[in-house]
């Protein structure tokens, strides 16, 4: 990053002194974006950079891997939000955010009194109380402001009655009262200005939003009044009360406001730091040269603290106290489908702890803005989601100009206004992000001349104008975070957008841009989406109509858009699916083979699917797809499909189907040590102990490219010195004998066959040697690899049958696997179905089908009508069910099976990489017992629910055999007369008894070793564990 | 057994359209058992040549990546997969990598060269030199051995129309109940308004020239049953070999199978000793083992028709014998005189050596060891484009076995 810093220079005479280009630091750049190389290059560009045009970007890359700054989800910031708290108190919050403070305003109605809580005071404290503070010294006002409605007054008496009974009448006799509730610090530097700090604290910490000039409090009174005007207008009528979860009161903060954030932070610190560092050195008394501060910019600072934070995820502001974990993320590369979904993720503000059902729900707000359907299982769910495919997040917009221009259409304002004109019968208030602005007389009017300065592109498009004609306030918004999508514009009825328009979009002479300028389409906002009455299509608006939907199928996102017709299906399946479809192997980008990723998942033949839908062609998943069009038998067969099981065709394995390649990096690092030293590579020996080894290895004692590499075979012959900490004088002339040997072997599964595919040299940040090898391994599918439709349909293979077993149709058709049509009935996935219908038409009349959700009105998903004549034209039943016959027997099924392509993905979930057995094996140092997990080769533990049925069953002997014998048994010495463990002497061939100091009384005998440990142990701790032996 | 009738049949073959990858032919009077291990024999067992290892050697000027994951590199079985089943091996083969990288400009092939499938493009500058090895195999091993790319069978249905309750039918109704088909099986005779059958093998059992008939108050209006004796076979073959000589193959095949039935029953009686088991082994448990191994699902139907099997077992492998070759030997007959057998194949400039090849499969085929004969044809490709030059080389050194 580069930057223009003034500096000042020298003692006596002062100099401003500019330079220009000063590096304070740099900031990791997001791909994609304006500033990145990447942008604004069209494919030919990126293909020669080595770059995939499809990558989405919006990614950083810090320390060598791929970051997401994830989108996180908060409540509106500096919004009144009415609610009820867990003891069913109504509560109206204000959460402030200000450039300098952030801070959090609670208003409580316990027992019919208002009160106000905020962090600085010790308890709450009463809100009339407040007024006063504030200058409002007359209950009449306070009233006024509030409202006429005698309902208003009878509600907010006790709390006038509460402030009574404190004796505070005036101003002084508030700020007293207020002053012996600040909280006190434990060392009080308050004492200064002992009288401000109440005031203060009701000046900037008090509704933080609203500033106050030279004590100037109307604006903040009028603020309090409006809330408790919502408040009363709550207690009275339950549907005031606001919803936290309604996606209007959210904000969505992205990895541009994030970085910002931080970036304020890091930037005052250098500030500090420099100013620090400099006055070090003034005070030193020799100086030799004039002081310039542009030598003392530390640079590191916000390089080093970006760059951690994106790495690690953890946000740390000091200024606002923020500490947030798990920001950033590793970019899912498992599939194109994952990262692209990766992107779209939101990140919920809460704990994932919670168990409240409420912000798990799905919300009607939500439509359109977020995606339905992808949202994770689990303890996650409902929180965590992703954009749907048009939704924009606005970006922050200047407020001087719009708060000029509202005026200017008739806004009074605020100062000019007495309490009781406030809430004048017909007169709206004008919220600007959530300050008063003031009232305006003719709220539709006002609102539709902002809309048409919207539309005529004076302000700026992302701008939301909303009229609450419950609260009688016009919301005006221009902060950013907030979700919205584009519409169509209707008037009475009819689209803005006519053939014409779309013609031209088709030639290529309008761009979606160009729609925008128009004023043909316009981004609406949650909020906003509450004044504009939406047809779905065009066809069914009536004149009240004000847009129109784009396109249905929009209001789902990437993942679910792979679903073809996803609106045929059960809800969840496609929920399912969502998470599926990040797990499914294909191509991760075309730049695939050209990256050196520690983990790789690839399908050697992925095809693109044959029930595609517009949101796979929008996305790209046509050109990077993750499955393969597979011929599906719904029908049983062999029993060896139960519980969702496939049956695989064998001959349809061999020709490629499912099959994949899977690559692993290992690294190995040539390491320079402090004493000069380093790792050398030696040439392989070709002859010897080792020869067999290392085959794979070239001259230069790294494994050769196109080598295969097997389990124990060695991939580089790497030697380290022995001495690594007392230097050496010439480095390069130490001995053979002064190194040892420090090969690294393969470890991968037996019996299959990974080849080294690339080597790549490189250096690592401590600019040593570091060899990478890409170890590629290609695998056929097998019995419990793991496989899935498109519609939550999972299952294992399992069993593969020869082809001639199969069966087949008297146009030769043979399935490539058989799925059990008991997968139907409880899933109710109906979609799939019509996925198979619309997929063997599609093969016989060589016309992609399409399958967009809730396409058919809009010719975006093909009708089951008119996919099953399409199939009678060719030749086949209406139904997709084709006459078979047995593979074994050649006889005709009884049935008609239901028989046609479905795209099936195969996941990441393979057998090989999860098989475990072990018989006896290694075992741990301490204990003696087996290792854990499969990566140790581990013993299967056999637990204590298992124990306890083996006693109840009475298996005594099976207990013994499993609890020591195959575990951890010893043999030890055991003394009699002390009951402690004794030792055997090899010498005089007997147990002694170190504690007796004789073998006297020694009996040997077996436990486990691990109870053996356990009374050395507890010697150890003074505690004396003594064995009675009986006669056995 | 004496006093048994002799349900003997005389299989009889009917070739009704022959190509080089394409057959049609009628098998009649047998039944599914026997049409059916046909089939299977025609998917998996009929020997063929292909590529088996693949050993691609240093690529010159790094000629991308493309050279070890999709192609030939990546272990020998995919590399093969997509080329399934070559029995001119070495021709074929290198055709396939010709075709190959002269993918984008097909000026250079010759008309009638027939096009492999693409297993690598090559860049301009680059080349490939790899070492493939055709071993003999059958498709019950992997895909790529077996000859058949299609081969199925149907019955043959025999439709009944009632023609006086057809005639009951207006114009119109018969119409509608002949639309109701799928397929066009019926037809109206443009001159008498009569329903004819034109083609009753477009029929595909459907049912719904029974359900239409049905749901018009007609019930009966027609009767289809299929013929459980007939059957007409179709056979694509992958050009591995001809489609006429995978039939043969196929029942060559077939009849050693029924040769090793033979032989085990013959040493049955040395089997005495087993006792209980041996003649429990005889009492047709050996026999469905055996044609249960050899994959044909024959024992069923012909125990339904002849009772007692114990007894009868070599006089029905005998005639079953007998009905192999006599359908051998009539589909030997009927083929169509003008067919030509002899090998104008036109698989371009590789005709020679592909010749050979081929002719070394079908010497294999009298001895079906259980073993493979590795055919180590080692032909060096090196296919190699040049800055400037638009048109390939090939330069196959192919030494003749």
Redesign the interface.
């Known amino acids: 990053m580069v930057s223009i810093e003034y500096t000042k220079g020298s003692h006596g005479d002062i100099t401003v002194a500019t330079k220009k280009d000063v590096i304070i630091g740099r900031l990791p750049i997001m791909l994609r974006s304006r500033c990145c190389v990447l942008n604004l290059r069209d494919e030919a560009e990126l293909a020669r950079l080595g770059e995939c045009p499809l990558d989405p970007g919006g990614y950083f890359v810090v320390k060598g891997t791929e970051k997401v700054i994830l989108i996180q989800e908060q409540l509106s910031k500096n919004r009144i939000i009415i609610d009820k708290d867990s003891k069913g108190h109504l509560i109206a919050s204000v959460t402030s955010s200000t450039d300098a403070i952030k801070s959090k305003t609670v208003f409580i109605l316990d027992k019919e009194k208002i009160r106000v809580v905020l962090n600085q005071f010790i308890k709450p404290i009463p809100i009339m109380v407040i007024m006063k503070a504030m200058g409002i010294e007359s209950d009449q006002e306070v009233v006024q402001m509030i409202g006429r409605d005698p309902r208003y007054g009878v509600l907010l008496l006790p709390s006038i009655q509460e402030c009574v009974e404190e004796n505070v009448y005036t101003q002084q006799q508030a700020l007293e009262y207020l002053e012996t509730k600040v909280k006190r610090f434990s060392f009080s530097y308050g004492s200064v200005e002992k009288e401000g700090r109440a005031l203060s604290i009701i000046r900037d910490v008090f509704l933080a939003n609203v500033l106050v000039r030279d004590l100037h409090f109307r604006p903040k009174c009028i603020y309090v009044a409006v809330i408790l005007r919502r408040m009363m207008e709550a207690v009275l009528n339950k549907d005031a009360i606001d919803d936290k979860d309604y996606v209007g009161n959210k904000r969505l903060e992205l990895s541009g406001q994030m970085i910002s954030l931080l970036f304020e932070d890091l930037f005052k610190t250098m500030n500090s730091e420099v100013k620090k560092s400099t006055d070090n050195l003034l005070e030193k008394s020799s100086r030799s040269s004039k002081l310039d501060i542009s030598q003392h910019l530390a640079r590191d600072i916000i390089t080093h603290g970006l760059e951690r934070a994106i790495s690690t995820g953890n946000w740390d502001v000091k200024r606002f106290k923020m500490h947030r974990k798990g920001m950033t993320q590793v970019v899912l590369r498992l599939s194109f489908i994952a990262t692209v979904g990766h992107m779209t993720r939101i990140l919920p503000q809460f704990e994932k702890s919670r168990k409240v059902s409420g912000p798990r729900a799905l919300q009607p707000s939500q439509w359109g803005m977020l995606c339905p359907c992808d949202t994770p299982e689990g303890e996650a769910c409902g929180l965590v989601k992703n954009l749907s495919l048009m939704t924009h997040v606005t970006t922050d917009d200047e407020e001087g100009p719009l708060i000029s221009l509202c005026h200017s259409l008739g806004v009074e304002d605020l100062e000019l206004l007495s309490g009781e004109e406030l809430h004048a019968p017909n007169s709206f208030l004008v919220m600007f992000n959530g300050l008063i602005l003031g009232k305006h007389r003719k709220p539709q009017h006002f609102a539709t001349a902002l809309r048409k300065l919207r539309r005529a592109g004076i302000i700026g498009e992302f701008v939301s104008v909303f009229v609450n004609e419950k609260q009688k306030c016009i919301y005006i918004a221009s902060d950013g975070g907030r979700v919205c999508r584009p519409l169509v514009i209707a008037d009475k009825g009819i689209s803005r957008v006519k053939e014409h328009h779309m013609k031209e979009l088709k030639v290529g002479i309008r761009t979606f841009n160009d729609f925008l300028r128009d004023g043909l389409i316009e981004y609406l906002d949650v909020n906003e989406q509450n004044n504009a009455l939406i047809a779905l299509y065009e066809g069914e608006a009536v004149p009240e109509t004000t847009h129109v939907e784009i396109e249905p199928f929009t209001i789902l996102g990437v993942c679910a858009g792979l679903i073809p017709f996803p609106h045929h299906n059960q809800s969840p399946r496609n929920t399912y699916q969502c998470a599926m479809g990040k797990q499914a192997m294909g191509n991760i980008a075309y730049n695939q083979?050209?990256r050196m990723d520690s983990l790789l998942y690839l399908l050697?033949y992925p095809q693109r699917p044959l029930l595609t839908t517009r949101t796979i062609e929008l996305v790209g998943y046509d050109k990077l797809g993750a499955g393969q069009n597979a011929t599906v038998a719904v029908m049983s067969y062999s029993g060896y499909d139960i519980e969702d099981a496939i049956v695989m065709n064998?001959?349809?394995l061999?020709?490629?189907f499912g099959?994949c390649?899977v690559t692993k990096k290992l690294t190995a690092i040539n390491q320079k040590y402090a004493n000069n030293t380093m790792d050398r590579i030696i040439r392989p020996q070709r002859v010897g102990r080792d020869a067999e080894r290392m085959q794979i290895l070239d001259d230069d004692g790294l494994a050769a490219?196109?080598e295969i590499i097997r389990p124990y075979d060695i991939y580089i012959n790497k030697q380290s010195p022995i001495n690594k900490e007392i230097s050496v004088h010439s480095p390069a002339g130490l001995p053979d004998s002064a190194y040892k040997s420090a090969i690294q072997t393969y470890k991968g599964p037996r019996g299959e066959?990974a080849?080294v595919?690339?080597v790549a040299l490189t250096s690592d940040k401590d600019n040593n040697l570091c060899i990478k090898f890409l170890i590629?391994h290609?695998r056929?599918p097998e019995l419990g690899d793991k496989f899935s439709s498109r519609h939550g349909q999972k299952g294992v293979c399992g069993t593969i049958i020869?082809?001639?077993d199969f069966p087949?149709?008297?146009?030769?058709i043979c399935p490539d696997l058989i799925m059990n049509p008991h997968g139907f009935p409880s899933r109710m996935t109906i979609g799939k179905m019509i996925e198979l219908l619309g997929g063997k038409a599609g093969v016989s009349c060589g016309r992609f089908h399409y399958g967009s959700a809730f396409g058919e009105p809009s010719g975006h998903a093909d009708r089951v009508e008119v996919i099953s004549e399409t199939?009678?034209k060719h030749?086949?039943?209406?139904s997709g069910k084709?006459?078979i016959?047995s593979?074994?027997?050649?006889?005709?099924l009884q049935a008609?099976i239901f028989m046609g392509p479905i795209y099936y993905q195969k996941l990441k979930h393979m057998v090989l990489d999860k098989m475990h057995a072990r018989a006896s094996g290694p075992r741990v140092m301490l204990t003696r017992q087996p290792t854990e997990g499969r990566s140790r080769d581990g013993g299967l533990r056999l637990g204590e629910m298992e124990r306890d049925c083996l006693i109840a069953y009475g298996a005594s002997m099976l207990i013994y055999e499993r609890l020591m014998v195959s575990s951890d048994p010893f043999e030890v010495q055991v003394c009699r007369a002390c009951g402690l463990l004794g030792y055997y002497n090899y010498k005089l061939k007997a147990g002694i008894c170190s504690t007796c100091k004789n073998g006297d009384n020694i009996s040997t005998m077996k436990l486990p070793y691990a109870c053996k440990l356990l009374f050395q142990e507890l010697q150890s701790m003074n505690i004396v564990p003594r064995l009675k032996l009986a006669e056995a | 057994m004496d006093g048994v009738v002799s349900y003997q049949r005389f299989p009889k073959i009917k070739i009704r359209e022959v190509k080089d990858d394409y057959l049609k032919f009628e098998l009649r009077e047998t039944d599914?058992?026997m049409?059916?291990?046909l089939?299977?024999v025609m998917?998996?067992e009929v020997p063929t040549i292909a590529i088996d290892l693949v050993r691609?050697r240093s690529t010159h000027r790094s000629s991308t990546?493309s050279s070890?994951?999709?192609a030939s590199?990546?272990?020998p079985?995919?590399a093969t997969?997509?080329c399934?089943c070559d029995s001119p091996a070495t021709a074929t083969h290198a055709t396939e990598t010709a075709s190959a990288s002269t993918a984008p400009s097909s000026s250079s092939s010759p008309s009638g060269f027939v096009r492999g499938i693409i297993i690598v493009k090559l860049r301009r500058g680059q080349e490939l030199r790899l070492r493939a090895i055709a071993r003999k195999g059958i498709?019950?091993d992997?895909?790529?051995w077996?000859p058949a790319a299609?081969?199925?069978?149907?019955?043959e249905p025999d439709i009944h129309i009632n023609e006086d309750m057809m005639e009951s039918l207006s114009l119109e109704d018969k119409r509608n109940w002949i639309e109701s088909s799928?397929?066009k099986v019926f037809d109206i005779d443009p001159s008498t308004h009569q329903v004819v059958v034109v083609d009753p093998e477009?029929y595909?059992?459907?049912d719904?020239v029974i359900k239409k008939a049905e749901a018009m108050g007609k019930p009966g209006l027609v009767e289809i049953y299929?013929k459980e004796t007939d059957f007409i076979f179709?056979v694509?073959s992958t050009g591995a070999i001809k489609s006429s000589q995978l039939v043969l193959n196929a029942i060559q095949v077939l009849k050693q199978k029924l040769d090793a039935v033979r032989l085990t029953e013959d040493t049955e009686e040395a089997d005495e000793q087993f006792g209980e088991l041996g003649a429990h082994m005889r009492g047709g448990g050996a026999l469905a083992t055996i044609a249960d191994d050899l994959?044909l699902?024959l024992v069923?139907s012909n125990t339904a028709s002849q009772g007692n099997i114990s007894s009868s077992t070599n006089q029905k492998l005998d005639r079953i014998i007998s009905m192999m070759e006599h359908l051998l030997s009539s589909g030997e007959v009927q083929v169509n005189p003008a067919m030509d057998f002899s090998y104008p194949h036109n698989y371009g400039r590789y005709k020679d050596s592909h010749y050979y090849n081929v002719k070394g499969v079908e010497d294999h085929l009298i001895d079906t060891s259980e073993e493979c004969e590795v055919f180590q044809i080692e032909p060096e490709i090196v296919i190699a484009l040049n800055e400037g030059e638009d048109e390939m080389k090939i330069d196959v050194n192919s030494d003749k076995p």
Do not use: W
Request: glycine letters at 10%; hydrophobic letters at 25%.
């Open positions: 083979l050209c050697v064998k001959s349809s061999d020709r490629g099959r390649i490219p196109g066959t080849v595919d690339r590629r290609t056929r020869q082809q001639e087949f149709s008297e146009r030769g199939l009678v030749g086949f039943s209406y084709d006459f016959y593979g074994i027997t050649g006889s005709p008609y | 599914a058992s049409a059916n291990a089939r299977r998917i998996s691609s990546t070890s994951p999709t590199a990546s272990s079985s995919p997969a997509p399934p498709g019950k992997h895909a790529k077996s299609t081969v199925t069978f149907m019955y799928p397929t477009a595909t059992y459907d719904e299929a179709t694509e994959g699902g069923e």
